[in-house]
C-alpha cells in the first residue's frame, strides 16, 4: 500500500475511534481526556495504527482494573486472566496484557494502576469487500435513490477510493465498538462473580 492510501486509512481510522470515544463519553460518564467511566471502571480507546505488512488497522482498547474491590486473595494477574476468560468479542484480540500506569495527579502525587489491555486487529477485506463497493459504484451511475455519492475527500481522485473510506469508517466504528461493548461485559461478568463468592463466606 502507497504511504498516501496508508496515510489515508490512518486518519479514516482516528476519526472514526474519536467519534466513537465521544459517543461513549455521553453514553457512559466522561472522564479526563478520552477516557470513559462504566460502573467504577475507566476505559480508554488508543490511537490506530496502520500494520503495512498485513495491510491492517490495529489499535488497543483497555480497562483499569478495580484493584480495591479485589478480596486480598485476589490478585491483578487473576482478574486480567479472568477478564481474558469472559471475553467474547467476536474476534479474539492479538494480544491481550495487563499494563501498570503510573500517573501524578495535580497534587503531585503519583497513582499506580493496573490495566487490561487488549489489541485489535483489521485487515482491508474484514472492513470492505471489494464487490460491495463495485455494486454502489454501479448504483451511483444508475442515479439510484438508495445511494449517493459520498462527499469529496482531500487526496483521494477516485469514487472508489470515497467509497472504500466510507466502508472503513463504518465497519470500524461497528467493530470497534464490539469489541469494546464485550470488555465492559466482561468486567461486569467477573465483577458478579466475585460479589457472589464472597456472600457465600
Known amino acids: 500500500m502507497s504511504s498516501l492510501q496508508a496515510q489515508l486509512f490512518i486518519e479514516t481510522a482516528s476519526v472514526t475511534l474519536n467519534r466513537l470515544t465521544k459517543d461513549l463519553q455521553k453514553q457512559f460518564e466522561p472522564k ?25 488497522i490495529r489499535f488497543e482498547i483497555s480497562s483499569k482494573i478495580p484493584g480495591e474491590e479485589l478480596p486480598a486473595s485476589y490478585d491483578h494477574a487473576k482478574y486480567f486472566k479472568q477478564i481474558e476468560k469472559r471475553n467474547d468479542s467476536a474476534k479474539k484480540p492479538v494480544s491481550a496484557d495487563m499494563e501498570n500506569i503510573v500517573r501524578e495527579t495535580r497534587d503531585q502525587e503519583r497513582k499506580e494502576r493496573d490495566y487490561v489491555k487488549l489489541t485489535y486487529q483489521y485487515g482491508e477485506s474484514e472492513l470492505y469487500d471489494d464487490r460491495d463497493i463495485l455494486k454502489d459504484i454501479e448504483d451511483i451511475a444508475k ?37 469494546i461493548e464485550s470488555l465492559i461485559d466482561a468486567n461486569a461478568k467477573v465483577r458478579a462473580e466475585l460479589k457472589k463468592s464472597a456472600k457465600k463466606k
Do not use: C, M, W
Open 143 to 179: 442515479g439510484s435513490n438508495d445511494r449517493e455519492a459520498p462527499p469529496k475527500v482531500p487526496g483521494v481522485t477516485t469514487l472508489a477510493g470515497r467509497l472504500i473510506l466510507e466502508r472503513v469508517q463504518s465497519s470500524l466504528y461497528e467493530v470497534a465498538k464490539g469489541n
Open 32 to 56: 479526563k481526556g478520552d477516557r470513559f467511566n462504566v460502573e467504577g471502571i475507566t476505559y480508554e480507546i488508543g490511537p490506530p495504527k496502520f500494520v503495512d505488512s498485513d495491510r491492517a
